[in-house]
């Protein structure tokens, strides 16, 4: 499986949920998503894809909140980026954990730094923040005004 | 030396690696349970001034700034000879 | 229910090299549920990366951790590299394999060294650390320091392995490979070492996938991932090596998995030589003048398992954002499996089989009586706990 065909099967299922892609070379690409769509695709990847979870990272812009999920597709060495644009004002996604355990830290660290909020999070405590910083702080913000 | 299983039965404290918020109390805690007097050495560049992670949002200050420090041993990472060495010294100079 | 005795004694204690606290709650000698802590060595490095220039962060992410040092920049450069478009020259390509692996094999020997600790052999732990020695010297021989090496930068390295070190580093892996056949048979021949790590701390299949773990953790059960052969980066597609893999995915299979490792890191490292010898001496840059706006993505495989890069960039000389995933993010959320519905003094081992770092992703395991929700016993107990367990075993004391 290369990216091509890869994108044009995601691109088959997922028509109305995929809104860019990006091919930077022959092994890593970019595909931009609806928000609401997360779970579909990722059961996808994740259940009959054979792609491997390895993390997610956010980064607060004017547009919003960025999430990007990486993927990797051992087989054939690809690492995907599936990329989200959450809402500035009140940034929340449904949570990966109850999928599969893979996502479960980072959804919480992702939660502390940034206060993005993943529903129905089996347990969206904090991780690292206890002590370093204040509560209803979210250190990884940034001022748009 | 020898390494002891609990800070009350300590004569030396040996800190290494860069103190964030969550560490500090403990750090105190720590040291004021040690029976005095205690020696306290600070390992390596972060023990010292913080090192690389100085600037970092949750760095809560070099050792000396949260416990009073009696030798330092700079490196990133300090070799074995200049660990051993600075312990020899601290220990000729009591 | 007998009461037990509470001794606070915080997430520092001095057996364990780095601070987390994980909460074992048992039922009687059954650990039943795990919970953990974590958050005494966060630093904030993804956040520092934004204030430094690209060359300053090969610096800082080299000190993330002071075993895998070299994966980070690795995936680093790597990642960079991906977003300039710049291919680097075989010299460098050699150089930076040989970095990698002499690395993964002294974390390993690191490694077996702990787990023999854990286990009660002392005398294991001191071969395994003297035999590491020979590494950390070559180490200073080509890099001027026993960790944190910064070699790596972007578009090449910042130091060559002359020809003329070549024979020195030979005779060096020709001792490794004796000295490991030592270890091996010492290790994986010991019946009591069977008995204390077969069937223990199972992880299985599924489990792997579902927690997505990586490296000797998933390869240990039956999952056969390895970057180096996936997504072959740097001297990788140049030489032959096989991924070792095993199928119980027990605390034995990680360390057999581990163990022989270390004979693909020596063939790849001999191999890896031979390469340099045919290649101009000195020819370890491509001049690399702006990093374009763009996003990249690398990953290496470290000691632990696959390190993960992330960097967007704005054009401008430093990260807009830096994302770090270490291997160990991953695989030490496995322990939850691996612990639940064994003994309190097997937890020790199977805690150690995952190989955690944690100043890449922190140590101290406490066990808790579920019922009574009181402290039972700190780290070194539970140490102690394990040894003993060896003793009885082998009817010493």
Same mark, same amino acid.
């Given at each position: 499986?290369?990216?091509?065909?890869?994108?044009?099967?995601?691109?088959?299922?997922?028509?109305?949920?995929?809104?860019?892609?990006?091919?930077?070379?022959?092994?890593?690409?970019?595909? =931009?998503?609806?928000?609401?769509?997360?779970?579909?695709?990722?059961?996808?990847?994740?259940?009959?894809?054979?792609?491997?979870?390895?993390?997610?990272?956010?980064?607060?812009? &004017?547009?919003?909140?960025?999430?990007?999920?990486?993927?990797?597709?051992?087989?054939?060495?690809?690492?995907?980026?599936l990329?989200?644009?959450?809402? &500035?004002?009140?940034?929340?996604?449904? &949570?990966? &954990?109850?999928?599969?355990?893979?996502?479960?830290?980072?959804?919480?660290?992702?939660?502390?730094l940034?206060?993005i909020n993943?529903?129905?999070?089996?347990?969206?405590?904090?991780l690292?923040?206890?002590?370093?910083?204040?509560?209803?702080?979210?250190?990884?913000?940034? =001022?748009?005004? | 030396?020898l390494?002891? !299983?609990?800070?009350?039965?300590?004569?030396?404290?040996?800190?290494?690696?860069?103190?964030?918020?969550?560490?500090?109390?403990?750090?105190?805690?720590?040291?004021?349970?040690?029976?005095?007097?205690?020696?306290?050495?600070?390992?390596?560049?972060? !023990?010292?001034?913080?090192?690389?992670?100085?600037?970092?949002?949750?760095?809560?200050?070099?050792?000396?700034?949260?416990?009073?420090?009696?030798?330092?041993?700079? !490196?990133?990472?300090?070799?074995?000879?200049?660990?051993?060495? !600075?312990?020899?010294?601290?220990?000729?100079?009591? | 229910?007998?009461r037990?005795?509470?001794?606070?004694?915080?997430?520092?204690?001095?057996?364990?090299?780095?601070?987390?606290l994980?909460?074992?709650?048992?039922?009687?000698?059954?650990?039943?549920?795990?919970?953990?802590?974590?958050?005494?060595?966060?630093?904030?490095?993804?956040?520092?990366?934004?204030?430094?220039?690209?060359?300053?962060?090969?610096?800082?992410?080299?000190?993330?951790?002071?075993?895998?040092?070299?994966?980070?920049?690795?995936?680093f450069?790597?990642?960079?590299?991906?977003?300039?478009?710049?291919?680097?020259?075989?010299?460098?390509?050699?150089?930076?394999?040989?970095?990698?692996?002499?690395?993964?094999?002294?974390?390993?020997?690191?490694?077996?060294?702990?787990?023999?600790?854990?286990?009660?052999?002392?005398?294991?732990?001191?071969?395994?650390?003297?035999?590491?020695?020979?590494?950390?010297?070559?180490?200073?021989?080509?890099?001027?320091?026993?960790?944190?090496?910064?070699?790596?930068?972007?578009?090449?390295?910042?130091?060559?392995?002359?020809?003329?070190?070549?024979?020195?580093?030979?005779?060096?892996?020709?001792?490794?490979?004796?000295?490991?056949?030592?270890?091996?048979?010492?290790?994986?021949?010991?019946?009591?070492?069977?008995?204390?790590?077969?069937?223990?701390?199972?992880?299985?299949?599924?489990?792997?996938?579902?927690f997505?773990?990586?490296?000797?953790?998933?390869?240990?059960?039956?999952v056969?991932?390895?970057?180096?052969?996936?997504?072959?980066?740097?001297?990788?597609?140049?030489?032959?090596?096989?991924?070792?893999?095993?199928?119980?995915?027990?605390?034995?299979?990680?360390?057999?998995?581990?163990?022989?490792?270390?004979?693909?890191?020596?063939?790849?490292?001999?191999?890896?030589?031979?390469?340099?010898?045919?290649?101009?001496?000195?020819?370890?840059?491509?001049?690399?003048?702006?990093?374009?706006?763009?996003?990249?993505?690398?990953?290496?495989?470290?000691?632990?398992?696959?390190?993960?890069?992330?960097?967007?960039?704005?054009?401008?000389?430093?990260?807009?954002?830096?994302?770090?995933?270490?291997?160990?993010?991953?695989?030490?959320?496995?322990?939850k499996?691996?612990?639940?519905?064994?003994?309190?003094?097997?937890?020790?081992?199977?805690?150690a089989?995952?190989?955690?770092?944690?100043?890449?992703?922190?140590?101290?395991?406490?066990?808790?009586?579920?019922?009574?929700?009181?402290?039972?016993?700190?780290?070194?107990?539970?140490?102690?706990?394990?040894?003993?367990?060896?003793?009885?075993?082998?009817?010493?004391?």
């Amino acid at each position: 499986m290369n990216v091509e065909s890869i994108i044009k099967i995601l691109k088959e299922k997922f028509t109305a949920d995929i809104y860019g892609t990006a091919i930077r070379n022959e092994r890593r690409f970019t595909i =931009d998503i609806d928000p609401c769509s997360l779970i579909r695709i990722a059961e996808y990847l994740f259940k009959e894809g054979g792609f491997r979870f390895i993390i997610a990272s956010a980064l607060h812009t &004017s547009k919003g909140f960025e999430i990007y999920y990486h993927w990797c597709f051992d087989q054939t060495g690809l690492i995907m980026n599936l990329h989200v644009i959450l809402d &500035s004002k009140e940034p929340e996604i449904e &949570s990966l &954990s109850n999928m599969f355990e893979a996502a479960n830290w980072i959804e919480r660290e992702m939660h502390e730094l940034f206060g993005i909020n993943f529903l129905n999070h089996p347990n969206l405590e904090k991780l690292l923040s206890e002590g370093n910083w204040a509560d209803g702080v979210y250190p990884y913000r940034k =001022d748009f005004d | 030396m020898l390494l002891v !299983g609990s800070i009350r039965h300590a004569d030396v404290l040996l800190v290494n690696g860069s103190i964030n918020k969550r560490d500090k109390d403990r750090l105190i805690e720590i040291y004021e349970q040690a029976p005095k007097p205690v020696l306290v050495v600070a390992i390596g560049a972060c !023990g010292c001034t913080g090192g690389i992670f100085a600037e970092g949002n949750t760095f809560a200050g070099p050792v000396d700034k949260i416990i009073p420090v009696d030798a330092y041993i700079p !490196g990133c990472p300090p070799k074995p000879e200049a660990i051993i060495a !600075g312990i020899v010294k601290l220990l000729n100079k009591n | 229910m007998s009461r037990k005795t509470l001794i606070p004694i915080g997430p520092y204690h001095p057996l364990q090299e780095e601070p987390e606290l994980f909460k074992l709650y048992c039922d009687g000698e059954i650990v039943k549920d795990v919970k953990w802590e974590t958050g005494y060595n966060h630093r904030g490095i993804e956040k520092l990366s934004e204030s430094k220039t690209y060359d300053e962060v090969f610096f800082l992410v080299e000190r993330i951790c002071g075993i895998c040092s070299t994966s980070h920049p690795f995936a680093f450069a790597n990642c960079v590299e991906e977003i300039v478009g710049v291919e680097i020259t075989d010299r460098t390509k050699y150089i930076r394999s040989i970095i990698g692996e002499l690395e993964r094999i002294h974390s390993h020997l690191l490694w077996v060294g702990l787990a023999g600790h854990f286990l009660g052999y002392n005398t294991v732990f001191m071969w395994a650390w003297k035999y590491r020695e020979p590494v950390l010297d070559l180490f200073e021989m080509i890099t001027g320091n026993r960790n944190s090496y910064a070699m790596f930068k972007v578009g090449g390295v910042r130091r060559d392995i002359e020809n003329s070190k070549i024979p020195v580093i030979q005779k060096s892996m020709a001792e490794l490979k004796k000295n490991t056949d030592l270890l091996v048979g010492a290790v994986m021949d010991d019946p009591v070492i069977h008995a204390r790590t077969k069937g223990v701390g199972i992880l299985t299949k599924q489990d792997v996938i579902d927690f997505a773990a990586v490296g000797p953790t998933a390869r240990a059960s039956g999952v056969s991932i390895d970057i180096r052969k996936d997504d072959p980066y740097a001297a990788y597609p140049l030489v032959d090596f096989k991924v070792i893999t095993a199928q119980e995915g027990d605390v034995f299979a990680k360390a057999e998995v581990r163990l022989l490792e270390m004979y693909e890191s020596v063939s790849i490292i001999l191999q890896c030589l031979e390469g340099l010898k045919k290649e101009k001496e000195g020819n370890i840059t491509v001049k690399v003048k702006d990093i374009p706006a763009g996003i990249g993505t690398g990953h290496a495989e470290a000691p632990r398992g696959e390190v993960f890069h992330f960097v967007q960039s704005d054009g401008s000389n430093s990260p807009v954002r830096h994302k770090i995933r270490a291997p160990s993010y991953t695989n030490i959320a496995t322990f939850k499996k691996s612990c639940i519905g064994q003994s309190i003094s097997d937890a020790t081992i199977t805690l150690a089989a995952v190989d955690p770092c944690y100043c890449c992703t922190e140590r101290l395991a406490v066990a808790y009586d579920i019922q009574t929700g009181e402290k039972i016993m700190n780290g070194e107990q539970l140490v102690k706990l394990s040894a003993d367990k060896t003793y009885k075993m082998k009817g010493i004391r």
